[in-house]
T-cell receptor
Framework: GAVVSQHPSWVICKSGTSVKIECRSL??????MFWYRQFPKQSLMLMAT?????????EQGVEKDKFLINHASLTLSTLTVTSAHPEDSSFYIC????????????FGPGTRLTVT | QKEVEQDPGPLSVPEGAIVSLNCTYS??????FMWYRQYSRKGPELLMY????GNKEDGRFTAQVDKSSKYISLFIRDSQPSDSATYLC?????????????FGKGTHLIIQP
């Protein structure tokens, strides 16, 4: 149980375009979803926290107008990278938790974004 | 100083050895302490988590937390080549699953057959 999926697993886009990444909790209702970014040989860095039906809370230094997060339902959150640039190329990972999961977050498999 | 410090390694040990992985942290507000395993280009997989100070054992894995020293450890007994991966420590505040995690950089572990 507690499976999280992400789509797509890998995406290549041209500089200046936007790309959307989906994160779904498959067998539970996620009260909170998180988005992380991981550069090669670096740690996962929290980008934002979102609760269903509420605006996302962004970490310091993360541009909310560039990384649009929508958490429209208890099983789906989306991250849209707007006007992508090569420096946005990274591994984006979502996680989800629910009220009975204690401190545990369930991570998706990640999405590799390459901006050319 | 980063909030969570973790030696990136690589750490290479022979099969069957006891492995010790460690992290130090500076934020005294952290209450939950986790260890994740991550394979290349995959999402992290939770191994175990501990609330506040103390020890927790799960099979070959033992997690220790010393809040007074702001130091956490993961021990792997009877290490196997399949344990080769990157191990990430992570921490969160009292909000538990409602709080985002602060991760260490990860230690790349290699178990030699």
């Amino acid at each position: 149980g507690a499976v999280v999926s992400q789509h797509p697993s890998w995406v290549i886009c041209k500089s200046g375009t936007s790309v959307k990444i989906e994160c779904r909790s498959l067998d539970f209702q996620a009260t909170t979803m998180f988005w992380y970014r991981q550069f090669p040989k670096q740690s996962l860095m929290l980008m934002a926290t979102s609760n269903e039906g509420s605006k996302a809370t962004y970490e310091q230094g993360v541009e909310k107008d560039k990384f649009l997060i929508n958490h429209a339902s208890l099983t789906l959150s989306t991250l849209t990278v707007t006007s992508a640039h090569p420096e946005d190329s990274s591994f984006y990972i979502c996680s989800a938790s629910y009220s009975g999961s204690g401190a545990e977050q369930y991570f998706g498999p990640g999405t590799r974004l390459t901006v050319t | 100083q980063k909030e969570v410090e973790q030696d990136p390694g690589p750490l290479s040990v022979p099969e069957g050895a006891i492995v010790s992985l460690n992290c130090t942290y500076s934020n005294s507000a952290f209450q939950y302490f986790m260890w994740y395993r991550q394979y290349s280009r995959k999402g992290p997989e939770l191994l175990m988590y501990t609330y506040s100070s103390g020890n927790k054992e799960d099979g070959r894995f033992t997690a220790q937390v010393d809040k007074s020293s702001k130091y956490i450890s993961l021990f792997i007994r009877d290490s196997q080549p399949s344990d080769s991966a990157t191990y990430l420590c992570a921490m969160s505040g009292a909000g538990g699953g409602a709080d985002g995690l602060t991760f260490g950089k990860g230690t790349h572990l290699i178990i030699q057959p």
